[in-house]
T-cell receptor
Framework: ETGVTQTPRHLVMGMTNKKSLKCEQHLGHNAMYWYKQSAKKPLELMFVYSLEERVENNSVPSRFSPECPNSSHLFLHLHTLQPEDSALYLC??????????FGSGTQLSVL | DQQVKQNSPSLSVQEGRISILNCDYTNSMFDYFLWYKKYPAEGPTFLISISSIKDKNEDGRFTVFLNKSAKHLSLHIVPSQPGDSAVYFCAASALRRDDKIIFGKGTRLHILP
């Protein structure tokens, strides 16, 4: 398997649930990202990990908690989300910063 | 305030004709521009890019034009094919400042038979 793989593809959760999104990249890249895509909005950068260290956190609420155990894996832990957090969550990786390779995303619905 | 603007949410073009997708930006520090293409249920895929030292970059049926004075770039697809129907995202970054990539809202392109 090649590229960037995200699981699950779809997730429905209640506001009191705890869930995690998983991302794995098989490209040998050294940076990984979480993006959020809401309807009719630009892609919003949430978190960046470079060489497994978090280098950016764009004022994301603490109910989103990223984890990057190694350069190939990235998680987004979700806890007590709100309905407005429903969106497509995209993982990406890169070696050269300007060219991102995206996964297929997790479509999240918060009820 | 949006730094990268794609003012047309959608565009319909006849198969075989030229598709022109437009993008405007406000930040004069941007020096690298990209286009990504996204199909439903898939992540965006990189299509083509251009550095600010150029005004044109061509790759097969895809050409990106950059007008720095107008802070405007466009993606030309010719001839348009059914498989080109997708959402196209314009993106920009200021590599000299090591800034992140800023995306536009996207334009949905429909290629009509």
């Amino acid at each position: 398997e090649t590229g960037v793989t995200q699981t699950p593809r779809h997730l429905v959760m209640g506001m009191t649930n705890k869930k995690s999104l998983k991302c794995e990249q098989h490209l040998g890249h050294n940076a990984m990202y979480w993006y959020k895509q809401s309807a009719k909005k630009p892609l919003e950068l949430m978190f960046v990990y470079s060489l497994e260290e978090r280098v950016e956190n764009n004022s994301v609420p603490s109910r989103f908690s990223p984890e990057c155990p190694n350069s190939s894996h990235l998680f987004l832990h979700l806890h007590t989300l709100q309905p407005e957090d429903s969106a497509l969550y995209l993982c990406a990786s890169s070696q050269v910063k300007e060219k991102l390779f995206f996964g297929s995303g997790t479509q999240l619905s918060v009820l | 305030d949006q730094q990268v603007k794609q003012n047309s949410p959608s565009l319909s073009v006849q198969e075989g004709r030229i598709s022109i997708l437009n993008c405007d930006y406000t930040n004069s520090m941007f020096d690298y521009f990209l286009w990504y293409k996204k199909y439903p249920a898939e992540g965006p895929t990189f299509l083509i890019s251009i550095s600010s030292i150029k005004d044109k970059n061509e790759d097969g049926r895809f050409t990106v034009f950059l007008n720095k004075s107008a802070k405007h770039l466009s993606l030309h697809i010719v001839p348009s094919q059914p498989g080109d129907s997708a959402v196209y995202f314009c993106a920009a970054s200021a590599l000299r400042r090591d800034d992140k990539i800023i995306f536009g809202k996207g334009t949905r392109l429909h290629i009509l038979p």
